[in-house]
């Protein structure tokens, strides 16, 4: 089929627009990335804006991670958020399952009950105040159970499960399996795309999160990446100036390879959970 010219005017607009925009969302990683693995002599000779690097250095991320706390942030980080990504998937699974369930007793009311507190929160105070009351403060255990459960997450998980066809579920019980063999053997078996979507958006969340560990720990031993990041971002210099200015690493230089280190994992993990995202937002939120 022939395309007229106002169609292949659109396309042509329509393509230079997504061009351009995807360059403005690359081109800042990009340019993070060139800073962090620039020679210093080369930074001065462009008057401190690179794009290419003509010649790659390391010495940046050697200091980083000999020099800094970002080595034990960083372990600090992949363990509470693999913690808890893998506690929120559970407790939200188990809870959407049992929300699905238009015969549960006082399914309406928990309902009405979680879609309030999408609304209104008890406030930072109220939240400080049961934290410290139930001892987590300065704790592994406050970062890891802050923001488990997303009421968002489970209302997509729900629909998920509205959406399966019930024979499925009637044929497991028929034959035997109880509610959590059918939930185990059946339904998560076919939940890989939720899973993977609700999955990506814990670990984002909890990787990102820095409030909490501001407000509730107080030993910076224990804190993740994004405390350690800020307060490395905020010094004036980083680095001090060695004999050999081509072996000088600026602040600048170390900044930049924090963030690098920071985004990395979520880039690393982020194509393998591609083909399941998009999926599993659409097919859980078809029905509310």
Same mark, same amino acid.
């Given at each position: ?32 990335? !060139? ?23 390391f010495e940046a991320y050697r ?7 970002i080595p034990r942030a960083f ?42 507190t999408i609304f209104f929160s ?23 159970? !802050? ?18 066809? @019930?024979?499925?579920? @009637? ?79 600026? !602040? ?32 859980? !939120?078809?029905?509310?």
């Amino acid at each position: 089929m022939r395309t007229s010219r106002g169609e292949r005017l659109f396309y042509v607009c329509n393509y230079a627009v997504l061009a351009v925009s995807g360059f403005l969302a690359v081109f800042p990683f990009f340019y993070i990335l !060139s800073v962090s693995l620039t020679p210093y002599v080369e930074v001065i000779r462009h008057g401190g804006f690179i794009i290419i690097p003509r010649h790659i250095t390391f010495e940046a991320y050697r200091q980083l991670f000999e020099n800094s706390e970002i080595p034990r942030a960083f372990l600090n980080s992949l363990f509470i958020t693999g913690t808890s990504t893998l506690l929120g998937l559970v407790l939200t699974t188990m809870l959407a399952y049992g929300l699905a369930k238009k015969t549960l007793p006082g399914r309406k009311v928990i309902l009405l009950v979680l879609l309030f507190t999408i609304f209104f929160s008890g406030g930072l105070i109220p939240q400080y105040l049961l934290m410290k009351w139930l001892g987590l403060l300065n704790t592994y255990t406050v970062l890891i159970l !802050s923001g488990t459960v997303s009421v968002f997450n489970t209302f997509v998980m729900k629909g998920f499960f509205e959406n399966m066809p @019930e024979g499925l579920e @009637e044929a497991a019980l028929i034959d035997g399996a109880t509610e959590l063999q059918t939930l185990r053997k059946i339904i998560l078996p076919l939940s890989k795309p939720v899973m993977a979507t609700i999955g990506l958006f814990y670990a984002v969340g909890h990787w990102n999160s820095f409030f909490e560990a501001v407000l509730y720990v107080r030993d910076t031993a224990k804190h993740p990446l994004q405390p350690v990041l800020q307060k490395m971002l905020m010094v004036p210099d980083a680095s001090e100036i060695m004999g050999n200015i081509e072996d000088y690493v600026p !602040s600048e230089a170390l900044k930049m390879a924090a963030v690098v280190v920071t985004i990395f994992p979520i880039l690393i993990v982020y194509p393998f959970l591609q083909q399941h995202f998009t999926k599993g937002v659409l097919l859980g !939120s078809i029905k509310g």
